[in-house]
């Protein structure tokens, strides 16, 4: 799978962004996805992520009620809506698929969970 993030940019505090990315090959629909960022300095971390059906999500506990994970695999696509958005989630988001076909619970997901990254996206969040 070839994951193609799109959406960053520069918000202000408060506001909210889309973030899509798409995924070439047929076989998306198998597959869990997940979100992660990077911030200057920092290491990359866990955001969100999704079941291959879109049923069972997961949230890192600073984006829990803000963000959304969301996907239309008819689409061959995978959201995250954020809303609410602070300085602290000026990042690099990356899209992830995970290694394994068919996993059916997302929690606890984390970066050793997926297999295929793309080219992260970068957005600014200003106070």
């Known amino acids: 799978v070839q994951l193609q993030a799109s959406g960053g940019g520069l918000v202000q505090a408060g506001d909210s962004l889309r973030l899509s990315c798409a995924a070439s090959?047929?076989?998306?629909?198998?597959?869990?996805m997940g979100w992660f960022r990077q911030a200057p300095g920092k290491e990359r971390e866990f955001v969100a992520a999704i079941n291959w059906s879109g049923i069972s999500t997961y949230y890192a506990d600073s984006v829990k009620g803000r963000f959304t994970i969301s996907r239309d695999n008819a689409k061959n696509t995978v959201y995250l809506q954020m809303n609410s958005l602070k300085p602290g989630d000026t990042a690099i988001y990356y899209c992830a698929a995970d290694a394994s076909m068919y996993r059916s619970s997302v929690h606890g997901s984390s970066g050793a969970d997926f297999g295929s990254w793309g080219q992260g996206t970068q957005f600014t969040v200003s106070s």
């Open positions: 090959g047929r076989t998306f629909s198998r597959y869990a």
